[in-house]
């Protein structure tokens, strides 16, 4: 019997996976079949590699002004693609270099509002009464401050650095997720499903960890590509504001040092525009994957 018993636990657990691959396959499928998404996927592909292995050919004493050998903004040439910035060194390592901190953060920072955004949305949803005002009150107040200044007035009250631009980010970026979680949250739980659980004496935390965040983590990995750009623009921001680490490199920080040594006045656009417009292509590459994923996710979006 209990041999039958375990034969057949073993045979749902097989199926439950071949349903896992196949719809993982599926989703790849469609996905695929955005060309857009694709090509945005393709770039971030080639951008994280990059800043993964950047130390092997533009090693960090690159980056020390007392080792540059090359004249000061020298335009671009042969030796140095994208010229050299007014300390010397060379942009293109600048940039490749930038993109490191710029990722970092940016998915750190959206990690810290994603699980925030989550939680809070699903307690907001789940919960009634008093809990519930209170969360939606919460999340409204954070709707309508304007993130990018009070993420300012906490990167100036705590200090400027990079882990201080992460929790200014995440703390401030949370709210819309959370709406979003929210909605779905009361849509699950509207299913006859989670009555019947109710029903056989389920607790709350059964309830949301094994039906609501199931359902809802795709709705929220999709939103997590759109949020990383977003983050990736506030870094830029905080940084050119300078409230980042002025000790490492970043897109927003040579965009700064660029205005504050009067490259961006003085002709010198090699050392402006190489940032700016790596920040523009990948907050384009992560908005076209996250559209993509939305598709998959939500077939009633596709053809559009």
Do not use: C
């Not at 073993?10 to 196949?22: G, H, I, P, W």
């Not at 020298?74 to 490191?100: C, K, M, Y």
């Not at 209170?134 to 200044?149: A, E, K, N, Q």
């Amino acid at each position: 019997m209990s041999t039958s018993t375990g034969s057949a636990g073993t045979r749902r657990v097989n199926v439950a996976a071949a349903r896992r691959r196949q719809g993982l396959a599926d989703g790849w499928k469609e996905f695929a079949r955005n060309r857009a998404g694709l090509a945005g996927l393709v770039v971030l592909l080639a951008v994280i590699a990059l800043a993964a292995v950047v130390p092997l050919f533009a090693p960090a004493s690159v980056l020390d002004v007392t080792q540059v050998t090359a004249g000061r903004n020298e335009p671009p040439s042969l030796a140095n693609p994208l010229g050299t910035d007014p300390a010397g060194r060379s942009v293109l390592a600048l940039l490749i270099w930038g993109a490191r901190i710029s990722l970092v953060v940016g998915f750190a920072a959206t990690l810290v509002s994603m699980v925030i955004g989550t939680v809070m949305g699903m307690a907001a949803g789940h919960f009634t009464g008093a809990t519930q005002a209170v969360l939606m009150r919460l999340i409204d107040f954070f709707l309508v401050v304007p993130g990018l200044v009070l993420a300012i007035v906490l990167s100036s009250i705590i200090g400027p650095g990079v882990a201080t631009i992460v929790v200014a980010i995440g703390v401030t970026s949370w709210a819309g997720t959370a709406r979003l979680v929210r909605s779905q949250t009361l849509t699950v739980e509207a299913r006859p499903y989670i009555e019947r659980a109710w029903a056989l004496g389920a607790s709350d935390a059964h309830v949301v960890g094994r039906h609501v965040l199931p359902a809802v983590m795709p709705l929220v990995l999709a939103n997590t590509t759109l949020t990383v750009g977003s983050a990736i623009i506030a870094e830029s921001t905080l940084a050119f504001l300078g409230l980042g680490d002025p000790s490492s490199v970043s897109w927003g920080g040579m965009l700064k040092s660029a205005l504050d040594t009067g490259a961006a006045t003085g002709g010198y656009w090699w050392y402006v525009l190489p940032p700016g417009l790596a920040i523009v292509l990948v907050v384009l590459s992560f908005t076209l994957v996250g559209r993509a994923l939305e598709s998959v996710i939500n077939p009633t979006l596709r053809g559009r």
